[in-house]
């Protein structure tokens, strides 16, 4: 049995880092701080934010812990075992570099890893050259009902096509929003394309061809769609849409002999039976049982970074498969 306490600091005291986790419809933990108190084997001893305001929110219900105004104030202050960076994407490379210098034995940090490439890299090579390990919140590698579906994949046959999609009012790109990251394709299209990546054994997507870009007056990009090809041949296309009056989140993945739908409230298989419609046919019949209603998914990755440091387990999202998303977005931007 392991009996260790690791300390760790939390800079970013906004809604992933506190106040998710008081939202009472989501599957709690939901936020950084509820879900690093909650495991036994970490502790949360500091916590930083430029806002005094969300800081001191935060304060109130960790007084547990050490508030800080400035990172400079916090890496001061003493060492940590684990540095969580959830502060706003244009503050991720600087907030990473700064926590990679401090030197914790890993890493935490929000999706995306950064606003682009150039600046991921950076990451990536400060974190190297410091030896600084890096599990990225890329938070549906840890839910119960991803992996599940992650296994079920086998059983549907040879896989033909697989189509996610991301659907919410926020503009896909804009390059005005360049260097703030306030666009979907960042910002939520980031889990789009990581779990698909994961749901398929992480292969390199590359070389979409893109289709379907609709651009409101102001220039920004309304809807755009990628397609891939995998090396085993099936279809992989991603739909962006930022004009949707409600938020969507879904991947349909279908094989020869079946169909998985999972996504944001949606966990569902389906595979082939003789068809209930017409004589001599298959159809394709839903059946139930297969998915997990609790899917664990905040309270799995801080566990996954307990067990990565009792040496116990690989961290299941890294710096890597962050990258390769981040690539995969990058190439969909360039291309509009
Ligand atoms: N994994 C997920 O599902 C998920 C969900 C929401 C947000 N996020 C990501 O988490 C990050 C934060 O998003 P949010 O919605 O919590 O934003 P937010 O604005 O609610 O909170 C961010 C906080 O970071 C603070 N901050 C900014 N720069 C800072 C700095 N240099 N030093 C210290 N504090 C600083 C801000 O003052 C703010 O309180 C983003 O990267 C976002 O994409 C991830």
Known sequence: MQNKTYSAALIGTGRIGYSLGLDKKREQPASHSMALNAEKRIKLVAGCDINAENLEKWHRANRQAKAFATTEELFKSQNFDIITVAVNEDAHLKTALEAIAAKPRLLILEKPVALNMSDGLAIKRAAEAASVPVLVNHERRFAKDYAKAKTLVPTIGELQSVHASLMSGLRVYSEKEEETGAYSLIHDGTHLVDIVRFLLDDPVLENPNIFGIF???????????????????????????GRSKFFGFEIVLTGTLGRISIGNGIAKLERRRSSKLYTGFYSLTKENGHFPKKTGYFANMVKNAADFLDGTAPLKSTLDTGLAALKMLEDIKESL
């Open 215 to 241: 651009k409101s007056d102001d220039g920004a990009v309304r809807n755009v769609s990628a397609q891939y090809q995998t090396e085993q041949g099936a279809s992989v296309v991603f739909d962006f849409s």
